[in-house]
């Protein structure tokens, strides 16, 4: 159990992320539910976050209490105070995508403008909750790389693509695990001392990403990690984890804030 009541959201998302794998099924569940949804449980209350968590309202008590709080309504603070930190053009972007989402029409108008609000708010808030620190050891991991290796498959390998191209871009040595031929691990098997790599994996998380990082990581090779929760399991073995909160659209994600974080990056290293 934490050592220390955590005075800050960002406090209690380290603690989670250090003690989950030692929390019960029911806690990590509720775990995974706060990490993902903040606005929710800023706003909500026990009943209705516990129904959509999937638990009894005793188990968000259980939790807080686990961490240290008195109930559920002292750690539930931390996220509404976050929520006051925000810019108010963020909060009114906030409230103009889900107006927009509400619509029903299928035009084709109409889906552009839900995807651009949706989009443009999930950017907002990708500056206002990047972590500084981590983006900032990214590109110290990446610049003093002799050869980046990138791996994401699926929907993550459209990122994981950009990423390549950008960086040679940069004049940066940069190698695409596709996995053509079946070959990811003998492509991951050339990655060294000196190497970096960039992984970018979202749930539910591909395996062939998770073996490829295991790999790498025993072979102390610095890693960053584009992914969607810090409760990821690829996120014990980065050396820096980039946390990304797409928009959703009628089901469909974007993935607008990590080709963001990806131009970010690569332009930044061009320099």
């Given amino acids: 159990m934490p050592s220390g009541v955590p005075k800050t959201l960002n406090e209690l998302k380290l603690q989670i992320a250090e003690q989950h794998q030692g929390l019960s099924k029911r806690l990590r569940q509720v775990a995974q539910y706060l990490v993902d949804n903040p606005n929710q449980i800023a706003f909500g209350t026990v009943a209705t976050i516990a129904a959509d968590a999937g638990v009894h309202p005793s188990t968000l008590v259980r939790f807080a209490n686990a961490f240290g709080f008195s109930g559920f309504s002292e750690m539930q603070r931390l996220f509404q105070h976050q929520l006051l930190q925000e810019s108010p053009s963020y ?75 950008a960086l040679r871009h940069a004049e940066r040595r940069a190698f695409l695990v596709d996995g053509v031929g079946g070959l990811t691990k003998e492509q991951g098997c050339s990655v060294r001392a000196g190497d970096a790599m960039i992984a970018v994996s979202f749930h539910p998380y591909a395996q062939e990403t998770q073996d490829l990082v295991k790999e790498a990581a025993g072979r102390n090779v610095p890693i960053v990690l584009i992914t969607d929760s810090e409760l990821s399991p690829l996120a014990s073995q980065a050396s820096s984890v980039l946390i990304v909160k797409e928009a959703e659209v009628h089901g469909i994600r974007s993935l607008s804030a990590s080709l963001c974080i990806a131009q970010a990056l690569s332009i930044s290293l061009a320099n």
Avoid: C, H, W
């Fill in 91 to 165: 909060s009114d972007r906030v409230r103009i995508a889900r107006e927009s989402l509400g619509e029903s029409s299928t035009e084709p108008l109409s889906l552009l403008s839900q995807f651009a609000s949706a989009n443009s708010a999930t950017l907002d808030q990708l500056v206002n909750e990047v972590d500084q620190k981590a983006l900032q050891k990214a590109e110290e991991i990446l610049r003093g790389a002799d050869t980046v290796y990138i791996m994401g498959v699926r929907r993550a390998f459209v990122v994981a693509s950009y990423f390549a191209y």
